[in-house]
């Protein structure tokens, strides 16, 4: 399995930026689907951007998109998330995950992620 550590959350006024990363360790490779999703209090988990280690096919909602981007570094199993023009609706736990090895199909946020890890707060005050 893939073990997974985020960081970089924090609270910002809006209009801010803030970057968000994503160790992985165990066993990973360049193909392996990596996403971000986010969960505010009293909502469901919502996918944000999603992209392979290798750093191709990036994809993003709807609501982040021209705002965020995803990115990587391969050769340190690191997945970053560029946070820019933050809006209070995006104050949310952060949480980075991966694909499980033996899944197959599209690399998007309705992929079976199996690996997840603990999640990085964001807060974004109006």
């Known amino acids: 399995r893939v073990q997974l550590v985020e960081s970089g959350g924090g609270s910002v006024q809006v209009g801010g930026s803030l970057r968000l990363s994503c160790a992985a360790s165990?066993?990973?490779?360049?193909?392996?689907?990596v996403g971000w999703f986010r969960q505010a209090p009293g909502k469901e988990r919502e996918g944000v951007a999603t992209t392979y280690l290798g750093g191709f096919d990036r994809a993003y909602s709807d609501s982040v998109k021209g705002r965020f981007a995803i990115t990587t570094d391969y050769a340190n199993n690191a997945v970053y998330l560029q946070m820019n023009s933050l809006e209070p609706e995006d104050t949310a736990m952060y949480y980075c995950?991966?694909?499980?090895?033996?899944?197959?199909?599209?690399?998007?946020?309705?992929?079976?992620?199996?690996?997840w890890g603990q999640g990085t707060q964001v807060t974004v005050s109006s």
């Open positions: 995950a991966a694909r499980g090895r033996d899944s197959v199909g599209d690399c998007d946020t309705g992929a079976a992620f199996a690996d």
């Open positions: 165990g066993d990973t490779y360049s193909d392996m689907c």
